[in-house]
């Protein structure tokens, strides 16, 4: 069974920053494409950045783009999730998920099966 645990979420004032891992389980997920989404209560899951397995191909939301950075350290089975300069419209459960292709990442998160259990962020203003 693929697990993916993401950590790293907490509250944090507007400006400031966070970094949030996932860790995946099986050592044959850790070559999948991985993607970031998040859903703030009463919202739809939107598609926050995606990476490819090698990590040389990143895509990112118009939202974030040029403050949150997607990478991944294959050796260590983590994809993380760097966010700096946050908005209180940030707020919201981050999840991460995983699947062969980044084009189905970023098709939307109804077309992945393999999500990790998400993990808290709160921006305050």
């Known amino acids: 069974q693929v697990q993916l645990v993401e950590s790293g979420g907490g509250v944090v004032q507007a400006g400031g920053s966070l970094r949030l891992s996932c860790a995946i389980s099986?050592?044959?997920?850790?070559?999948?494409?991985k993607g970031w989404f998040r859903q703030a209560p009463g919202k739809e899951r939107e598609f926050v950045a995606a990476?490819?397995?090698?990590?040389?191909?990143?895509h990112y939301a118009d939202s974030v783009k040029g403050r949150f950075t997607i990478s991944r350290d294959n050796a260590e089975n983590t994809v993380y999730l760097q966010m700096n300069s946050l908005k209180p419209e940030d707020t919201a459960v981050y999840y991460c998920?995983?699947?062969?292709?980044?084009?189905?990442?970023?098709?939307?998160?109804?077309?992945?099966?393999?999500w990790g259990q998400g993990t808290l962020v709160t921006v305050s203003s």
């Open positions: 998920a995983a699947d062969l292709q980044v084009a189905t990442i970023l098709k939307g998160y109804r077309y992945l099966d393999i």
């Open positions: 099986k050592r044959t997920v850790s070559t999948y494409a």
């Open positions: 990476i490819n397995w090698s990590g040389s191909t990143t």
